[in-house]
Each structure stands twice: as C-alpha cells, then as structure tokens.
C-alpha cells in the first residue's frame, strides 16, 4: 500500500432524490346536457342518447297512428297501427300489432316489414320505447269484430261489414275471412225499389217444392230476431250430390252477400275450432256450413268427429270452457248464428238429429229456369233484408218485445205438437223457431205492400203443411237414430242371415253349434247370453256405419226402462227354463219380451224339445266358439 492511496478523499455522499408529487388526472371535457327524450329520429331512423351522443338503434323510424280496440261481443283486445319508414326513405307498409306483441318488436317486425328493416342488437326494447315516444297523438277507436245487433252509447244498430243499420252509429267494423262479405246497403233505399226488392226474395219460393224453399227461407228470417230469442236447432239441408243443395244454401246466403256464388261458404274441411269461431261472430245472421261427407267405415274421420261437437253446442247453446295461459277461466263463446247445413245425408246419433231440422232435397226437386232467375237478382236480397231489419228495429222499440216472442213462439210450438206422442220433444220447438221468423217478414211484407193480406195467409198455411212434412222426416230420422231399436233391428238381419242362432227353449248346444247366442221359448220371449250377444251385434253395427252410444249395463237397463226385458223379481237377469221346467245349473240371461225382436217370419227354429241339425263348422266373424260358451257359462254360475 502506498502512501497516495491513503490519502485519497472519501467519495461524496449524495442527498436523497426528493420525490415528485402526484399530477391530478385531468377533467373530461364537458358534454351537452342531455335530451329531453332519450330517443330521436335522426337521418330517418330512431336513435338512442349515449355519452358519445345519438347513436342508432336501427334503420327505419315507425309510428302509432291509430290504437283499435277490438271488441267481439265477448271480449276485447287492442291493436296498434303501425306506419314506418327506411333511412333510404322507403315507406313500409302499414301493419296492424296486438298489444299482446308490441313490447317485444322481434316478433312483428321481420313479419310485418320483412328483412329490410333491421333492429341492431340489442337494441329491441329501445325500439319500441322509441315507437312510443314519438307517438303522442295517437287516434283511437273501437272496432266491432261481429255482426248482428249491438247497442252503441244507447243506440241498437244492427251490424254489417257496411256499417250499423237501424240507429245513427258511427263505428268502424272489421269482419274477419268470409264474413267480411256480409255488407248491406248502407242506405235505406225507396220504396219502390224494397218493394221489388222483397218480392224477388219471394220468388225464391217458387225455386223448390214448398217442403224444401219455406223452411229454408224462415231460417233466414229467424235469425235476426235471435238477438231476443235464441235458437237451439239448425237446418239440415240434405240430398244426393247434383241436387242443387249448396246452391240453395248460396242463395239464402245472398241476403247478406248479395250474390249467389258458393265460394261463400264454409266448408266442413275447416275445423270444429273455425266453424264454431264463425257462428259465434255471425251474429243474428245465417251461417252456411257446405259439404257434410264423412268417409263411410272411417270413424276418424274429420267431418263425423266435428259435426256432433258443433250441432251439440249449437243444441246447448254453450261452447267448450277454456283456461288461458294463466289457467283462468276465459269467455266462453257460443253460437250466435243460425246454421244452414248442407249434406249428403243424415248423420249418426239420435241425439244429433233431435237438434236438427231436416229437409230432405231431390236431384229433380229444383226448377233450373227460376233458379237462375232468382240468381240473376241476388243483388236485390241485401235490399230487401235491410229494410226487413228495420222493420225488426221498429218492432224491437216496442216494450217487452222479447216477451212477444217468446209467447208467440210458444203458441206455435203447441200448434205443431199437434198430440203426436212418437215426436221427439225437439221437433216441434224447431218448426216453431222457423215459423216465427216466416211470420215476422210475411209481416213486413204486407206491411209496405209488397204481398197482400191474402197471399200471406197463403204463404203461412203452406208453411204449416210444409213444416209438418219435414217434421214426420225428423221423426223418423230421429227414430230411425234409436240405438236401442237400432240394436234390436241389427240382431233381427243376423238371425235372418245366420250368422248367429237361437235354440228352443233350453237345449244344450252342440259342439258344432258355434252360432248360440240364447234360447227362444214357445211363448215368444227370447232369452240372451248378453257377453256374448252384445259385442256380436254392436261390431256388425260399426260395419254398417252406426254407432252404439250406450255401454253394456246401460243398455239393459234402456231396455227393462222400455217394457222390453223380462224383470226376474226386479233383476235385470234370469236363469234360462229346460222344456221340464227345471233351471238347474245355467248361465244367467236376459230375457226379451214377446215381440221385442221380430224374427219369427225370417227364420226356423227346430220344434221344442228337439236339437237343431248340426251345421257346417264355419265360424262367422265375432261369433262365440264353443269353448267361449263354455266359458261364459262357468263364469256366470253366480250373479255378476
């Protein structure tokens, strides 16, 4: 070590850098308050305020120019008119939105605009509150969605596509599908031209016999006075195809249409929900239901599946009670309308055809040369039902009008009674339903001098004679409908023809007698296995196209309610008696009158107390087998 180095300086000692202190972040500038409204149109489309400013929210502007409420009678529900234009200036067209749809613009937009108009994300809800707030002057009304009468702030005014009859109403009518066509004159016309009018509504009587066109024009009549007294029949309008049915059915429709074309009419390829919805908004009107054609063998078929669940509400005057998304009640809507239904033939059930009014129509039955008269001046109908329906309206101003009806509907329903045991209780009802609208507008008709006092006599005794034709074809159709004599009847042609076989008086069969169904005593009653009877004949009626409403037990029953079945000490059952007079040990039957089934004439029995000659060892489809039989019996030692 050297003597420099220990004389070399210590090294400085440097002071602590001072720290800087912390630069404050500097202020946003400052932005504009923002808008009243958080949503503008700027460049033709709906914008939203952000910090940046107004950015868009999609490429058009809309508007609410007119709010609806519409109104069916039962229930309303509103609807938004909807105008809209693209940033390109493009106008789109004018849409009508339920109310239910609007808060949720994804769902109309695309179905009412198509793909030109485009939400961005997102941005669905700022959408609509922007349609909302540029829509401060919106015009409101309310839409009736039905026809017939309706009273308006006090005024009863009757309902078309047209407009209202019968009171100064201002209203605004929306009719949906084909009753959209029903509009009458909106203006009362002269008396001459009604006076013609009404007698070319007359002339329609001369189209067919009486039995077929006075009917037929009475319902038409009818049903503008349903809105005091209901009805609970329809008319059934049935014959071969070629007839001329739908084409009368179209020509009553054209007091409403004001033509005679077909392509009015409702079809029964439409749904039970369809034809239900329209007889409910045709109120106090006609409602023709075409076609009636069920597939024979088919029982699924559309037209036997509807028809009974549409005649059966119009019967009742009810409709199917339904829940709503919330399983709360909703309202129910019945039929308002009176139906006209066309078919080729009656349908099943004797409860079905007790609520109808059947009019038989043949191929020759129509004169081709009036008819097309007639449907030259289809134009006159409306005419002439627009001043019938002012005339209803004067009537109506009347105190208890309601009550006339109904009084006059009862003194009818007593006249075409007439003491007739074997009618159906329904039947005289319907042809006083009919005769009380033939009245009202023969009424009219004479009132403005279109007929005389005379030809409305006339016109009323032809409609009675009429009337009491059809009803004897109600009577036997409803009669022919008898599940019970339809039963009985089917098991009469199966003896007839073999397929099953009656023993005299207790004979044990044999075991090539594989046709038994019971035993036929010398005093004429008849004595049934029912297991085995019952299903026999009710599959051989399904093969014949009829049905059999009623279960096993209930059939018995319908039959000892009748007088037709042999009680055994109040039982329903018996036990079968040999020719010695013991019952020993036998299978429990049901024992028939003398006279329930009628075969006596169609068949041979073999002598009492003789066997019955073996038969071929054929077994006929859903007869019983031996080992059946013997099966029954074991079951049936004891009383079920």
């Not at 007639?374 to 006159?380: F, G, H, P, S, T």
């Not at 006599?457 to 109600?474: I, N, P, Y």
Request: one cysteine or more; proline letters at 7%.
């Amino acid at each position: 070590m050297t003597d420099n180095s220990l004389k070399r300086k210590p090294a400085a000692i440097k002071a602590p850098a001072k720290k800087k202190a912390p630069q404050k972040p500097s202020a946003p500038p400052p932005k504009a308050r923002p808008p009243a409204s958080p949503y503008e149109v700027h460049d033709e489309r709906f914008t939203k305020w952000t910090r940046d400013g107004f950015a868009p929210i999609c490429n058009f502007k809309a508007q609410i120019v007119e709010q609806h409420l519409v109104d069916d009678g039962v229930e309303a529900h509103r609807e938004f008119i909807i105008e809209g234009t693209l940033a390109t200036g493009e106008k789109l067209e004018r849409i009508s939105v339920p109310a239910s749809k609007f808060y949720h613009p994804a769902e109309w937009v695309l179905p009412g605009w198509g793909a030109r108009a485009i939400i961005h994300p997102k941005a669905e809800h700022d959408v609509r509150a922007a349609i909302q707030f540029v829509s401060q002057k919106v015009k409101s009304a309310v839409v009736l969605a039905h026809t017939g009468w309706r009273e308006v702030n006090g005024k009863l005014g009757y309902i078309t596509a047209s407009g209202a009859i019968g009171a100064d109403l201002d209203v605004t009518v929306r009719l949906p599908g084909t009753l959209g066509r029903y509009a009458l004159p909106a203006k009362p016309t002269q008396p001459r031209v009604l006076i013609e009018a009404v007698r070319a509504a007359l002339r329609i009587v001369d189209v067919a016999p009486h039995r077929v066109t006075l009917p037929a024009l009475a319902a038409v009549f009818r049903s503008v006075t349903m809105h005091w007294l209901k009805v609970d029949v329809a008319v059934w309008l049935f014959g071969r195809s070629g007839s001329f049915k739908s084409t009368l059915a179209a020509l009553l429709l054209g007091f409403w249409t004001g033509t005679a074309d077909r392509m009015n009419l409702l079809n029964w390829s439409a749904t039970a929900n369809a034809i239900e919805d329209a007889l409910f908004r045709a109120k106090d009107a006609i409602v023709v239901v075409d076609n009636f054609a069920p597939r024979q063998g088919d029982e699924h078929d559309a037209h036997r599946r509807n028809a009974p669940r549409v005649i059966h509400a119009i019967g009742d005057g009810g409709s199917r009670a339904r829940l709503g998304k919330d399983m709360r009640p909703m309202a129910e809507r019945p039929p308002r309308g009176f139906a006209v239904i066309t078919a080729e033939d009656l349908p099943s059930g004797e409860s079905t055809n007790a609520r109808l009014f059947a009019i038989g129509l043949r191929r020759d039955d129509v004169d081709v040369a009036v008819l097309s008269e007639v449907q030259a001046d289809a134009d006159k109908l409306p005419i002439a039902m627009r001043g019938y329906i002012e005339y209803v309206a004067k009537r109506a101003a009347e105190d208890d009008f309601a009550g006339v009806l109904r009084r006059q509907f009862e003194t009818l329903r007593v006249e075409f009674t007439g003491g007739e045991s074997t009618m159906h209780m329904r039947a005289p009802a319907a042809a006083a339903d009919l005769g009380l609208g033939l009245c009202m507008f023969l009424s009219f008709a004479e009132s403005i001098g279109a007929i005389d006092e005379a030809t409305q006599d006339d016109l009323w005794s032809r409609f009675k004679v009429a009337a009491g034709e059809q009803l004897k074809v109600h009577t036997e159709a409803t009669r022919g409908e008898d599940p019970v004599q339809q039963w009985l009847s089917c098991l009469a042609s199966l003896l007839a023809a073999g397929r099953v076989e009656l023993l005299p008086a207790w004979n044990k069969p044999t075991e090539f007698q594989t046709k038994v169904i019971g035993w036929r005593r010398a005093d004429g009653r008849v004595q049934l296995l029912g297991d085995v009877v019952f299903p026999i004949v009710v599959e051989a009626m399904n093969k014949a196209g009829k049905h059999m409403p009623l279960k096993y037990r209930t059939f018995w029953k319908e039959l000892a309610d009748r007088e037709l079945l042999v009680r055994d000490q109040g039982r329903l059952q018996t036990r079968p008696t040999s020719v010695a007079g013991d019952r020993g040990d036998r299978p429990w039957v049901y024992e028939l009158t003398a006279g329930a089934l009628r075969v006596e004439a169609q068949y041979e029995v073999s002598p009492p107390g003789e066997v019955s000659p073996p038969q071929p060892h054929v077994k006929a489809a859903g007869t019983a087998s031996v080992a059946q039989l013997a099966q029954f019996r074991r079951h049936h030692t004891q009383r079920p």
